[in-house]
């Protein structure tokens, strides 16, 4: 049976009882040497706290030639007894019978001393920044949700389905694409005669046609749901969108989940139920790591979870929505009316200002909303839904799928389509077809909101972002 090398640090902090004969491993956080005793603080990942080492250096003479080449950064094993503590904030330390110094790290050049940096700095040292507490908290809560999700879905019986990363189907439209290609950008082969004469020969290309990265699973997916009923992917997502905010990225994760015979109504209720069912997990397993972020990232943060785990999300429609904007007589950058797509000052104004939580919007104009999307029976709004949250805005963004095939071949032909692009897509209608629903979650969204961290460079290991590809 496997055994990890070494127990981890989270395991000896918490542990029952003193351990008379015991070793760990870790890097040293930081270092106090005093004449008779030095004190280390060893941290391995496992937990947002370290465990405080103890050198007592007048019975073991041998250990200050190695502290003299320990510092910040430096990897060690420690042999030695967990023991009660005397000083505050911790119940173990370990007395150190022998320390071994794995590999030094030098104080002139390692970067991460033992002052505050900034998130931007920490940026540029993607590779090294979670050794720090800010990004060890986030990359365990990151994990915790990554696995609630997939604990939700299995808890309903629904099925892990993964979808292809590349395309040859411009299937949403839902925003712009990457382009995979393995043409010699410096030859490319043009088409010789005929109409599209000069245009690129993609027959030439690797797939025998364009292609490009996913911008979403949703279309494949709902080939899996009205198939096995219900269905989630999680993967990632790529949009070459040239917006430099805090809330975008060029490579994202998503989980979209997809459910036949599911309207509207319950896509809310499946929205709001699995969002609850994944903060209760990071409250009950991330305790250390949400204090953390409490205290030093985002002030309050540890109660407004627990409101929202508790409270119903507001839903309203899209027209109610106007409603109140217009009404609230708020300066907008962009001004309200029926018609327009909100904009994150809108979201956030409904999050913050008005219903002061999450807030679900549904009953978007079509003409805002992608071509999939049930048409209401006003012929001007859509069964779509999107979860709004204070601080960020757009969360999560879904829809009732149209699943009447007239109707739908309809919406592709009005807005310039080809029908005959989408013939395995419209075969879920036109064989056996079923009222469904479904929706997308921006996976980093979600870890930035249950963090309180305002970039979403900084919740996902090596950001993609326009002009940054670093790591
Ligand atoms: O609203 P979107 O574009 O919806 C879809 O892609 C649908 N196919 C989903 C579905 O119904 N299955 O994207 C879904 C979510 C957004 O609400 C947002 O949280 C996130 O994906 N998102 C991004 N996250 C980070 N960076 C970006 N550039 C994002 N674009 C969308
Ligand atoms: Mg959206």
Redesign the pocket.
Known sequence: MFQKPYPSVASLVTSNAPIPSVKAAGWVRTKRDAKDTAFLELNDGSCQGNLQVVIDKTSLPAAEAILASIATGASIEVSGELRASPAAGQKWELAASAVTLLGAADAETYPLQKKKHSLEFLREISHLRARTNTFGAVARVRNTLSFAIHEYFQNLGFYYVNTPIVTASDA?G??QMFQVTTLDLDKVPRVKEGPGAGTVDYEKDFFGKKAHLT??G?LN?ETYATALGGIYTFGP?F?A?N?NTT????E?W?V?P?VSFLDINGNMDLAEDFLKFVFGRVLERNPEEMAFFNQWVEKGVVDTLKTVVQKPFARITYTEAVDVLVKSKQKFEFPVQWGIDLQSEHERYLTDVVYQGPVIVTGYPKEIK?FYMKLNDDGKTVRAM?VLVPRLG??????QREEDLAKLEKRITELGMHVDDYRWYLDLRRYGTVVHA?????F??LVQYVTGMGN?RDVIPFPRTVGNAEF
């Not at 757009?394 to 829809?399: A, L, W």
């Not at 479904?438 to 921006?442: A, D, E, K, S, T």
């Open positions: 949403e839902a925003g911008v979403s949703q997916g997502t949009r969108e917006s809330r975008h990225l060029a994202f998503m979209e997809e992608a999107d757009e969360i999560i963004g879904g829809s479904g929706f997308g979650l921006g980093e969204r979403i």
